[in-house]
């Protein structure tokens, strides 16, 4: 079995400041692991604050790298201010702004040109998993991506987030989530199996200090994909304690 080292993405959508990135930049390297990989992801406007050696992703990338596109941001840009990761199809932005399958493929082509890790969303509505679709709803998401690449790369890394269990307190169980991992990776291994193990996949909906270390102990679930709960120094901190086998 690979060695697949556990990384916790702090995801801020729209939310905190200046005041709580300098915070979470102290937390996170006074708590210093090499057990762990831990990135946040503020707004874009913070991105170029020096957060002293901790990793920072963005929540979004421009399918393109330059042009006449207001109000976007490309991935030399983001490279350019020390941006390592880019969270790309998140369901609030499928849901919200309209990125399909299609634009997706196109930002993690954008993020991978540019050298950064692109993590990829996947995930079914609640209806879908009560229609008993949400393996075929994922591996078509996951599909769409790796179709579009001219070949694996070995920097992917997926993030599992039923959308019912996104900011709703509601959590997939571990067996839940356990089971959609492993086909995520058997989906992958359709691909490259060597590299298929070596893909961090991570698990994102409702992750709390008090569920983090049942989930993450989990085979196939490698880290977290945390929204609300990023946004509180101990309990982000708790969070990436627990990814520490
Ligand atoms: C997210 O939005 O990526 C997320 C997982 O949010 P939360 O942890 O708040 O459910």
């Known amino acids: 079995m690979a060695e697949r080292l556990p990384l916790v993405v702090a995801n801020w959508k729209l939310n905190g400041d200046k005041v709580l990135l300098a915070e979470m930049i102290d937390a996170l390297q006074a708590f210093e692991s090499n057990e762990v990989e831990t990135v946040v992801c503020p707004p874009f406007v913070y991105l170029n604050e020096n957060t002293n050696g901790v990793k920072k992703g963005a929540q979004n990338i421009a399918e393109v790298e330059s042009g006449a596109f207001t109000g ?41 040109h540019a050298g950064l890790v692109p993590i990829i969303c996947v995930g079914e509505s609640e209806q879908q998993r009560e229609d008993e679709e949400t393996i075929a709803v994922i591996s078509k998401q996951i599909r769409a991506v790796l179709d579009d690449l001219p070949s694996y790369s070995d920097s992917l890394v997926f993030a599992y987030e039923p959308i019912w269990a996104i900011g709703t307190g509601k959590t997939a169980t571990t067996e839940q989530a356990e089971e959609v991992h492993a086909e995520i990776r058997k989906v992958l291994a359709s691909y490259n199996q060597e590299l298929a193990q070596e893909t961090r996949i991570l698990y994102g909906g409702s992750v709390k200090p008090d569920n983090s270390k049942e989930l993450f102990s989990s085979d196939n679930i490698d880290g977290g994909l945390i929204g609300g709960a990023s946004l509180d120094v101990e309990s982000f901190t708790t969070i990436c304690k627990n990814a520490v086998a």
Do not use: N, P, W
Request: charged share 25%; proline share 0%; aromatic share 4%.
């Open 72 to 112: 976007e941001v490309s991935g030399r840009m983001l490279r350019d201010v020390g941006c390592q990761f880019v969270i790309i199809g998140h369901s609030e932005r499928r849901a919200m702004y309209g990125e399909t399958d299609a634009v997706v493929a196109k930002k993690v082509l954008a993020t991978l």
